[in-house]
């Protein structure tokens, strides 16, 4: 079964410039683009069936405005809308995700009616989601897709550790015809933090930031067999992850983070690294599950 990629909507500008980059998106990787919007009724002290119609109605005719602006962009494109009615944003948000290549959400978002991005439900979205969830902000335009802007991507651990994550951005970048930095932050750790394999380890490495720079070339190699094509600048440097890799943000067109997710008795967590880029990158962030 071929997935689409998915875009939810809910007529504010984020999920707009996200309907728009999705489109993008479906036509670089032969896909066709569902346009979904999570609907709930939200009935007052004075809710009448006839509000329910009418809210009903503003949903269909929501998803109807995005998809004749997306299919008027792109003639060839075989593009789907549709209201899921019935269950909690969450619930609808995720199932759609579970049907699709890659759902992409506004990074920020509230309308009139129903508002479901990135505050506590998107993010629990994105932390419960079993397929890539891309958040797109409300100024991201096509020239931020221009020849010299990367895919950045970050990795950390083994070599499977951030397999999904690589994965996803080599194939991104394979779609593009884009470069990929790929990014390993470190730091000097405390004395008990290493245990004496690591520092042997380390040692026939030549010290910390070789045996560092040795663990991404390790890490990439499959991937760079598998995308002969993609250009690859490996970037290993002292830092926290999030500060690394918001360091190089301007530069990227796409910044691709796994998602360590937590489940606690609160909620679901998306991991430090995925929520610094989320809140703070300047571009689209791709936040990836494991494998």
């Not at 909507?9 to 980059?21: I, L």
């Not at 792109?74 to 593009?79: A, S």
């Not at 990795?155 to 394979?174: I, V, Y």
């Not at 932050?185 to 030549?206: C, I, K, M, Q, T």
Request: some cysteine.
């Amino acid at each position: 079964m071929t997935r689409p990629i998915t875009v939810g909507v809910d007529g504010t500008p984020e999920s707009t410039a996200a309907a728009a980059w999705a489109g993008r998106e479906a036509v670089r990787r032969g896909l066709p683009l569902r346009i979904v919007h999570a609907w709930a009724w939200q009935p007052d002290d004075v809710a009448v069936a006839a509000d329910r119609d009418t809210q009903a109605g503003w949903a269909r005719e929501l998803v109807r405005e995005a998809e004749r602006t997306v299919a008027a962009r792109h003639p060839g494109l075989t593009v789907t809308a549709e209201v899921l009615d019935g269950r909690t944003a969450v619930e609808s948000l995720g199932a759609a995700a579970a049907e699709a290549e890659t759902l992409v959400l506004g990074s920020r978002g509230h309308g009139a009616i129903v508002g479901f991005l990135l505050g506590s439900v998107g993010q629990q979205v994105i932390a419960e989601a079993h397929r890539p969830v891309v958040l797109v902000r409300s100024d991201d335009h096509p020239e931020a897709e221009a020849a010299g802007r990367e895919i950045v991507v970050g990795q950390h651990g083994g070599p499977d550790d951030s397999a999904a994550a690589l994965g996803f951005a080599f194939e991104t970048a394979a779609a593009r015809g884009a470069g990929l930095r790929a990014v390993r932050a470190w730091n000097l750790p405390p004395v008990f933090a290493y245990s004496p394999g690591s520092l042997r380890l380390a040692d026939e490495a030549g010290g910390l930031e070789p045996y560092e720079k040795k663990a991404l070339g390790e890490a990439l190699r499959p991937w760079r067999e598998r995308f002969p094509e993609v250009p690859v600048t490996e970037h290993v440097e002292i830092g926290s992850a999030a500060q690394v890799l918001l360091s190089v943000a301007g530069r990227a067109q796409l910044m691709v983070a796994g998602r360590r997710a937590h489940r606690r008795a609160v909620g679901s967590r998306i991991g430090s690294v995925a929520h610094a880029l989320v809140h703070h990158a300047p571009c689209p962030v791709a936040v990836v599950p494991p494998s």
